[in-house]
């Protein structure tokens, strides 16, 4: 069996893509909030997430992942209120940014981690646009405060990456990944 070891809906829609049928048990884990650098701070999250998962669920194959956003340097995580929504927004306004999904699987003993990153560029906004996306979209469970696949063409200028990674599970390489671990396991038994 698969587990997604996440709460989030979004994961679970971009995971139907690879498997019909798959198991949500969502991990009660304390999140690292801080770590040297982004990419190992999502890659470390995911792990603890798989891991909380794969004790009970030796044979399955359990997939952990956490994204956040980088921006000037600084891990943007969700906002609080919708003000704080907006201020992210408009500091995002103009400029680049990094999104990093770790994803980490476990498989009959066997850990396989990795980071992903895509990076998005938000055309200028305006106080107008930005209350106005406020009003068509829930951003407070999301980082950064966006969602891309939720009217992201009234942000986003340009994305170099995978767009699946920015909505929050890189399915191609999530692919690759699998099969590359199945193939170790296979080697091993």
């Given amino acids: ?30 999140e690292l909030r801080y770590a040297d650098d982004a990419a190992l701070l ?3 999250n ?25 921006h000037r340097g600084h891990i943007l995580g969700k906002p609080s209120d919708l003000a704080e929504a907006a201020s992210i927004l408009l ?12 994803v980490a699987l476990i498989f009959k003993g066997i850990t396989l981690s990795w980071v992903e990153v895509t990076r998005v560029r938000f055309r200028e906004l305006d106080k107008a646009l930005i209350m106005n996306y406020l009003s068509l979209v829930p951003v407070l469970d999301k980082a950064g405060a ?37 193939r170790s396991v296979a080697r091993i038994q």
């Fill in 46 to 70: 995911a792990r603890i997430k798989a891991d909380a998962v794969s004790g009970d669920h030796f044979s399955d194959l359990v997939i952990g992942a956490d994204t956040v956003i980088e």
């Fill in 91 to 102: 500091d995002l306004s103009g400029s680049e940014h990094r999104v990093l999904s770790g």
């Fill in 146 to 182: 966006y969602g891309i696949q939720d009217h992201g063409e009234m942000l986003v200028e340009s994305i170099s990456g995978d767009l699946d990674n920015v909505i929050g599970l890189p399915v191609a390489s999530l692919k690759r990944h699998i099969y590359e671990l199945e």
């Fill in 1 to 30: 069996m698969i587990i997604l070891a996440s709460g989030s809906p979004r994961r679970a829609e971009l995971l139907r893509r690879l498997y019909k049928e798959f198991a949500i048990i969502v991990p009660h884990v304390s």
């Fill in 42 to 44: 999502v890659e470390l």
